[in-house]
């Protein structure tokens, strides 16, 4: 496994610095982990820390948390097909 780079540039978003991340979950053994790191906001798998990073600026961020709370992303929700074996209104 080779080591992250110490930052993850975005051309129009800059440099989120990873030596400066500070990884959170909202629970031990999440799978999901936020740094804020000067004006960007990073998330990543937990499971696959140097994987790859989804940067965030602060209007995105909002956005993103606002939909979520919204349900926006709730896969019952989503026009997506159901995996071979699954009923609709289960689960």
Not at 52 to 66: D, H, M, N, R, Y
Not at 67 to 74: I, L, P, Q, S
Request: glycine share 14%.
């Amino acid at each position: 496994m080779t080591e992250q780079t110490e930052g993850v540039t975005h051309p129009l978003k800059g440099v989120f610095d990873l030596g400066r991340a500070e990884w959170r979950s909202a629970a031990a053994g999440g799978d999901i982990e936020v740094a804020f790191v000067d004006e960007l906001i990073g998330m990543r798998n937990a499971h696959d820390p140097d994987g790859p990073v989804l940067v965030f600026t602060p209007g995105e961020w909002e956005a993103f948390l606002s939909g979520a709370k919204d349900g926006e992303f709730d896969p019952s929700e989503l026009d997506l097909p159901l995996p071979e074996g699954s009923r609709a209104g289960s689960g």
